[in-house]
């Protein structure tokens, strides 16, 4: 159905939709709708440091103490 639309259709039901909202209220959408993409990066981003975070607290030292690094050499 809307592979049919076209350029020319769009630019219609674009003409259409500022006529009918107006200018002032089709920018405050589009600001509106740009802070909400923010915050979803935000969001996102904080996500993946608290995944990473727990990782880096799950993964243990494999390093050797120093008791059994002189236990080793012995």
């Known amino acids: 159905m809307l592979n049919n639309i076209g350029l020319p259709g769009l630019l219609l039901i674009a003409v259409v ?4 909202f107006g200018r ?4 405050s959408l589009m600001g509106e709708v740009g ?15 608290e ?3 727990q990782a880096a607290d799950v993964a ?7 008791d059994e690094k002189d236990k080793e050499k012995a």
Not at 17 to 20: P, R
Not at 24 to 27: D, Q, T
Not at 60 to 66: G, N, Y
Request: charged share 40%; no cysteine.
């Open 51 to 53: 995944i990473e975070d």
């Open 17 to 20: 939709v500022l006529v009918l």
């Open 35 to 49: 802070k909400g993409i923010t915050a979803f990066k935000k969001g996102v981003d904080e996500g993946k440091q």
């Open 60 to 66: 243990k030292d494999v390093t050797p103490k120093e």
């Open 24 to 27: 002032g209220k089709i920018s």
